[in-house]
C-alpha cells in the first residue's frame, strides 16, 4: 500500500459472468479528452427513440444535402446528452438494484426479477460494446464473446506523448507536436518541380476503347449508389463528418432518396466536392516507444458522402482495370491474387540458386519505395491516363477527386488547421489503389526489365554484369526524376544466381547501393527461400501461435471467447502461407496442439485435461463437434483452389510460368510431379487429387469427355457408371447425342445408366464441354467445399455415426439465442465431457467420486443434472419438473428428447437452467 497510496478496490456486480469481478485501481483516473466535432455513436442506433428522432429532424431541415446533414448532426448532439445521461441513472439503477436482489436468498419470486434485470442490464452492455467496437475497428463483438476490457486497452495505444522535430529534439507539448506533424505533411505533399518525362511515355499505348469510355462516362444511377454504400465498413472510422457509413445504411429509408440524388448530380453534372473533401489524418504508431514521425503509419478518414461517389467511380474503374495494368502487377486487379506474385518470386529465385552453369550471372533486386502514394505527382499521373486513352471527361472527374482534397492533423483528439497539398493519393480514398497502379505503370515503357509489382512492392531481374547494373540504374534514375518517386535504397536488397562471381556480386552492389543477401528475406509476408529444413522455415507460426496466446491468455476468456478467437484469430495465421505452400504435416498437428492446449487449458494458463481428440473437435457442429479446422485437410483444400485458378485462368503470368516449366505439352490435371521440382509446384501438386475428386464435366458438344473415366453426370459421384461391355463401341459423350437434333439417343442412355440416374436429369446444352466444381451449386470452387469434401473422402464411416435426429439437435442447439459458452457446456454434457467427481476419478485426479452434497451416490454428469436433491429442487422452483418425468439415463439421449418436445424459447431456459 506504500508503493500505492492511492489503490481503491470495488467489488462488482455480474449479469454476464459466474464471478464478482473486482475493480483494483493504483492511480486516480485521468479524464480523457472528449472528441472536439461532431462524432456519431454506433450504440445511437440501439435506442428506441433514435430512428424517430432522426426522422424527425430531417423532415424539419431545409437547404441542400451537406445544409441538412449539419442541421441533423446540430440537434443529434444535444439529442445525445439528454439520452446519455439518462442512461447512465438507467445503469446505476440496475447495477444498484442487480446488487441488492443478488444479497437476499433466492427464491422463486425473486427469481425472475433477477433475470429480467440481468436482460436489461445485458442490453446496456451490448450498448457500450457497440460503443467500443467503434473505437477498436474490429468485428470481435459480432463473432462472439463479451469483452469490453479488449477495447479498453487499446486508449492509451493511442495517444503520443511524444515527437521528435527534424532536428532530433523531443518534444511532449500538444502545439509543437501539432506543428512538428503539420509541416512533415506539408512537405510530403508538396509537389516538386516535374521534369521533362514525355520521353518516358512514348511507349504507353493506347489501351482504352471507345467502347470502354463509353461505359465510362455513361450516367450514374441510383443503384451504383447503394452498391457503393453497402461495400463500406459499417464502423469504419468516420472522417470529418463524424459519421459512419453504418448510419446511412440503417437509415437509408429516411434520407436515401436524397443521398442517391445529390451524388448522381454531383458525379454526372461535373464534380464540385470541395465541401466534402476534407481529409483527417490520424497517426498509427508502428512500432511501440518511438518518437521519429517515420515510423508512423497515417491513416486518411474521408467523409462518407465523398466516399460513396469515389466508390462508385472505382466500381466502374474496376472493369477496364486488366486491359492498361500489366500482368506483373497483382495488386487490386480482377482476377489477380497477392500469392501469384510470391509464388512466382519463389519459383524465380528457386531457379536462380539452382542455376551453376552460363558464363553471365542473373540478379534479383528487391526495392523498397519511399512514401509511394504520398509522392504521387497529379500531373503525371493525368498525362498517364491521356496516353493511356481515358477519355478527357473521365479524366477530369478524377482529377477533381484528388485535387480538391484538404488535410487536418489529428492528434490525441485535437484537430488542427487546414492545409492544401498539391501531391499524393490517400489511402483511404477507393480510388487510390487503381490511380497508383496506372501512375506506376510508367515505370515498365522503355528499356526490357523483366519485374514483379504488387502495389508498391516491386522486384526486379536482370543480369548481374556491369551493363546490366547501369541499366537497371539509368532506368530508376529517369523514373524518379520524371515521377518524384523515391527508391529508399537502404531498405532494398540484391540476390545473385549461384553462378554469379564473387567480383561481379561487388561490382553490381556497389553500382547500385544495395546490399547482398542470400534470400531477399521475405516478400508478400512469405519466405522466398526453403531448404530441406522446410518445419524450420515455417517456425515462425509457431512463435505467432503462442505470442497471440501468451497475450491473450492473461483474459480470461471464457470457452465461448476461446471459440471464437481460435476461429477468428489462430486459425487465420496460417491461411495465407498455407494457400501458397504445403505444410509439414508434422508442422501442422503441433499447431493444432497449441490450440488444443488453450482450448483445454484453465486460468491462467494451467494446463487442462483434454477430454477429446483434437480430430473430433475438427468434426462439424452439426454432426457432434464443435467445426475447429484440420490444419493440414485446410491446407490442401486452399491449394487446391491455386489449381481450379489454372484451369479457368491459364492466360494467368502464375500459371504461364508454372506450365512453361512443369507441363509445357499438357494441362494442368494431366502434369506430372517431375523431377527435382521447387516446392511451389509440388506445394501446388499435392491439390491436385481433392481438385480431380471434386471436377465434373458439364456436357455441350461431349466430344472431351469420357462416358466411362469421366465425371459427367450431375449428382453421380463415381466415374464409373453403366456396364461397358455391353457399350464397347462407345468412348465419348457426344456418342450419346444425335449430332442433328443435339437430343440424347434414348436407345443408347438405359444401357448406360443405373435405374437411379435417369436420363432426365441431363440435359444438352449448346457450348464446349467444361468442368464444374459440383460442391456447389454455382459451379464455382470453394475453399469451404472442397474442405467438406476432404472431410468426406478420410472420414471413417463408422466413426462417430449419428442419426438424423441428431443432427437435428445439435443444429437446434447452436441456433439457440443463448451466450456461446452456454451453448458449449450442453455440448459438453452431451459427450460427457463434464470434470465430474466420477470422470475425474477415472483419470485418476481424485479418489472419491461420491457427490459432497448428498452423499447418496456418485457424481457423474446425469448426478448432476438430474439425480442429485439440489437439482430436483432447482428444476422444481423454476418448474420444470416435468424434465424429471423420463426414464432416460444417457444424458444425449435425454437432452435430444428435450429439444423435440419443446420449442426454442422453453429450451434456451432449460440450457440456462442446466
Known amino acids: 500500500m506504500s508503493m500505492f497510496p492511492e489503490t481503491n478496490i470495488q467489488h462488482l456486480v455480474h449479469s454476464t459472468s459466474n464471478h464478482c469481478p473486482l475493480l483494483i485501481t493504483t492511480t486516480k483516473e485521468e479524464k480523457r479528452k472528449r472528441w472536439e466535432t461532431f462524432r456519431l455513436e454506433a450504440w445511437w442506433l440501439m435506442e428506441e427513440t433514435f430512428e424517430t428522432e432522426v426522422q424527425r429532424i430531417w423532415e424539419s431541415a431545409s437547404g441542400d444535402l451537406i445544409q441538412k446533414l449539419e442541421y441533423l448532426k446540430s440537434e443529434l448532439g444535444k439529442w445525445a446528452l439528454r439520452i446519455g445521461r439518462l442512461r447512465n441513472w438507467k445503469n446505476k439503477y440496475l447495477t444498484s438494484k442487480l446488487a441488492a436482489v443478488m444479497e437476499v436468498e433466492r427464491t422463486y419470486d425473486n427469481l425472475a426479477e433477477l433475470i429480467d434485470t440481468k436482460l436489461q442490464l445485458n442490453f446496456e452492455i451490448d450498448k457500450d460494446e457497440s460503443y467500443w467496437e467503434q473505437r477498436a475497428r474490429v468485428n470481435w463483438v459480432r463473432l462472439g464473446d463479451r469483452n469490453t476490457t479488449f477495447f479498453h486497452s487499446k486508449q492509451w495505444q493511442n495517444c503520443i506523448h511524444k515527437l521528435q522535430d527534424p532536428d532530433g529534439r523531443a518534444t511532449e507539448d500538444q502545439q509543437e507536436m501539432a506543428e512538428i506533424v503539420k509541416n512533415y505533411f506539408q512537405s510530403l505533399f508538396k509537389a516538386e518541380e516535374m521534369g521533362h518525362f514525355e520521353h518516358i511515355l512514348t511507349g504507353v499505348d493506347r489501351c482504352i476503347s ?272 520524371c515521377s518524384r518517386q523515391q527508391v529508399n535504397f537502404d531498405k532494398s536488397t540484391i540476390f545473385f544466381s549461384s553462378n554469379t562471381s564473387t567480383e561481379g556480386k561487388d561490382l553490381v552492389t556497389r553500382l547500385l547501393g544495395v546490399r547482398s543477401s542470400n534470400d531477399l528475406e521475405r516478400y508478400l509476408g512469405l519466405p522466398n527461400m526453403v531448404g530441406r529444413r522446410k518445419k524450420e522455415a515455417f517456425q515462425n507460426l509457431k512463435d505467432r501461435f503462442r505470442q497471440r496466446i501468451d497475450n491473450w491468455s492473461i483474459r480470461h476468456l471464457s470457452q465461448g471467447g476461446k471459440e471464437v478467437f481460435i476461429k477468428a484469430i489462430l486459425q487465420a495465421i496460417p491461411t495465407y502461407i498455407m494457400a501458397c505452400f504445403v505444410l509439414p504435416k508434422t508442422l501442422c498437428s503441433e499447431l493444432e496442439s497449441i490450440i488444443a492446449r488453450f482450448w483445454w487449458q484453465k486460468g491462467h494458463g494451467q494446463r487442462g485435461i483434454h477430454w477429446c481428440t483434437w480430430r473430433e473437435l475438427c468434426i462439424s457442429k452439426e454432426k457432434g463437434g464443435l467445426g475447429f479446422r484440420s490444419l493440414d485437410q485446410f491446407n490442401i483444400a486452399l491449394l487446391a483452389k491455386q489449381g481450379w485458378r489454372f484451369i479457368n485462368y491459364p492466360d494467368s503470368l502464375l500459371a504461364q510460368v508454372l506450365k512453361a516449366k512443369y507441363y509445357p505439352n499438357s494441362n494442368f490435371l494431366q502434369a506430372q510431379l517431375g523431377n527435382l521440382p521447387s516446392l511451389t509446384w509440388r506445394s501446388i501438386w499435392a491439390g491436385k487429387k481433392l481438385l480431380k475428386d471434386g471436377l465434373c464435366w458439364r456436357i455441350g458438344k461431349g466430344d472431351q469427355v469420357s462416358i466411362w473415366n469421366d465425371c459427367w453426370i450431375p449428382g453421380v459421384d463415381t466415374n464409373e457408371i453403366g456396364n461397358r461391355a455391353n457399350n464397347s463401341e462407345l468412348e465419348s459423350v457426344s456418342g450419346l447425342i444425335d449430332s442433328t437434333t443435339r437430343l440424347w439417343k434414348r436407345d443408347y442412355l438405359p444401357r448406360t445408366h443405373s435405374a437411379e440416374d435417369p436420363p432426365s436429369s441431363l440435359a444438352v446444352v449448346e457450348h464446349d464441354d467444361f468442368q464444374v466444381w ?132 422453453e429450451c434456451q431456459t432449460i440450457c440456462c437452467a442446466a
Not at 484538404?406 to 487510390?432: C, E, K, M, T, W
Request: charged share 25%; net charge positive; hydrophobic share 40%.
Open 210 to 481: 471507345e467502347e470502354d469510355n463509353r461505359c465510362l462516362v455513361r450516367p450514374f444511377i441510383k443503384e451504383e449508389i447503394w452498391e457503393a454504400l453497402t461495400n463500406m465498413g459499417a464502423t469504419k472510422a468516420p472522417g470529418e463528418d463524424g459519421l459512419p457509413a453504418i448510419f446511412f445504411q440503417k437509415l437509408w429509408h429516411i434520407f436515401g432518396n436524397e443521398v442517391s440524388s445529390f451524388c448522381i448530380q454531383q458525379l454526372n453534372g461535373g464534380m464540385e466536392v470541395t465541401r466534402l473533401n476534407t481529409t483527417h489524418i490520424v497517426l498509427i504508431l508502428k512500432k511501440v516507444h518511438q518518437t521519429n514521425l517515420s515510423h508512423f503509419r497515417p491513416i486518411n478518414l474521408c467523409n462518407v458522402i465523398y466516399k460513396i461517389m469515389a466508390k462508385a467511380i472505382a466500381n466502374s474503374f474496376r472493369g477496364v482495370l486488366e486491359k492498361c495494368i500489366d500482368k506483373a502487377q497483382s495488386a487490386f486487379v480482377p482476377g489477380r491474387l497477392i500469392s501469384d506474385n510470391a509464388l512466382i518470386t519463389y519459383e524465380l529465385l528457386n531457379t536462380l540458386k539452382k542455376k551453376r552453369i552460363r558464363r553471365k550471372g542473373l540478379m534479383a533486386v528487391k526495392l523498397d519505395m519511399s512514401k509511394a502514394y504520398d509522392r504521387v505527382e497529379w500531373s503525371f499521373l493525368k498525362v498517364m491516363m491521356g496516353k493511356m486513352g481515358f477519355d478527357p471527361r473521365w479524366v477530369n472527374l478524377i482529377m477533381m477527386c484528388i485535387s480538391t482534397v484538404s488535410y487536418a492533423i489529428v492528434l490525441n483528439r485535437h484537430i488542427g488547421n487546414i492545409f492544401y497539398p498539391s501531391r499524393g493519393l490517400r489511402q483511404g480514398d477507393p480510388l487510390s489503389p487503381f490511380l497508383f497502379l496506372i501512375y506506376g505503370e510508367a515505370s515498365r515503357r522503355g528499356p526490357q526489365i523483366s519485374y514483379l509489382l504488387f502495389a508498391d512492392d516491386c522486384i526486379l531481374f536482370g543480369e548481374a554484369t556491369e551493363r546490366g547494373a547501369n541499366i537497371l540504374k539509368r532506368v530508376l534514375r529517369e523514373y524518379r526524376i
Open 774 to 905: 459440383r460442391g456447389e451449386h454455382s459451379g464455382e470452387f470453394t475453399v469451404r467445399s472442397a474442405y467438406q469434401l476432404l472431410q468426406k473422402v478420410t472420414t471413417d464411416p463408422n466413426e462417430l455415426l449419428l442419426q438424423t435426429k441428431s443432427k437435428k439437435f445439435y443444429r437446434k442447439l447452436w441456433n439457440l439465442q443463448l451466450p456461446s459458452k452456454v451453448r458449449i457446456t450442453i455440448w459438453r454434457f452431451t459427450w460427457n465431457f463434464i470434470p465430474t467427481l466420477r470422470n475425474l476419478k477415472t483419470r485418476r485426479v481424485v479418489h472419491d467420486s461420491v457427490c459432497p452434497r448428498c452423499r447418496n451416490a456418485e457424481k457423474d454428469s446425469n448426478h448432476v443434472l438430474k439425480k442429485c436433491p439440489t437439482s430436483k429442487e432447482l428444476w422444481q422452483n423454476l418448474s420444470l419438473s416435468w424434465v424429471l418425468n423420463s426414464n432416460i439415463t444417457e444424458l444425449w439421449s435425454w437432452f435430444t428428447w428435450v429439444f423435440e418436445r419443446e420449442s426454442s424459447n
